[in-house]
């Protein structure tokens, strides 16, 4: 039987809420799953994430990664990183988020997993934006998921 995974999203202090399954993620002013834009010469709130095993199956789940696709406008970057740590997230610019965002494969957990409830390390984004940056929503990005079953 395959196993299921959901993406889940921490809002609030020390990112303890924890939202239900998402099918995406938004970087914006809040630090809620929606809210407005980030306005040039901001950031947006850090985006706490991570997976949640829903389902094992039979199956032991390791070696979890993403890849992005960003196609983001001059003067606009996404910044990531990865913690065990959950913090309160910020619109400052991170301490967790200082990786930039590109298209390689990023292995953020190499833990393995079996028993529904479980979750993976926190992944944390965060969309700076530059003051000469261009006004307005940005495209949606992609970023897809994968890991290894056994």
Do not use: C
């Amino acid at each position: 039987m395959a196993a299921s995974v959901s993406l889940r999203v921490s809002t609030g202090t020390n990112a303890g809420t924890e939202s239900s399954a998402q099918t995406g993620i938004t970087l914006i002013s809040a630090d809620a799953l929606s809210g407005g834009s980030v306005s040039p010469g901001t950031n947006s709130y850090e985006r706490w994430v991570r997976l949640a095993v829903d389902n094992p199956g039979d199956l032991i789940l390791t070696t979890f990664s993403f890849r992005g696709s960003p196609n983001l406008p001059d003067g606009v970057e996404i910044k990531y990183g990865v913690t065990d740590t959950p913090s309160t997230p910020v619109n400052t610019v991170s301490n967790i988020a200082t990786h930039t965002l590109g298209t390689e494969r990023v292995i953020f957990d190499a833990n393995s997993y079996s028993e529904a409830g479980d979750r993976t390390r926190y992944l944390v984004f965060q969309e700076q934006v530059a003051l000469t940056a261009p006004s307005g929503a940005i495209t949606q990005n992609l970023l897809a998921f994968s890991w290894s079953e056994a």
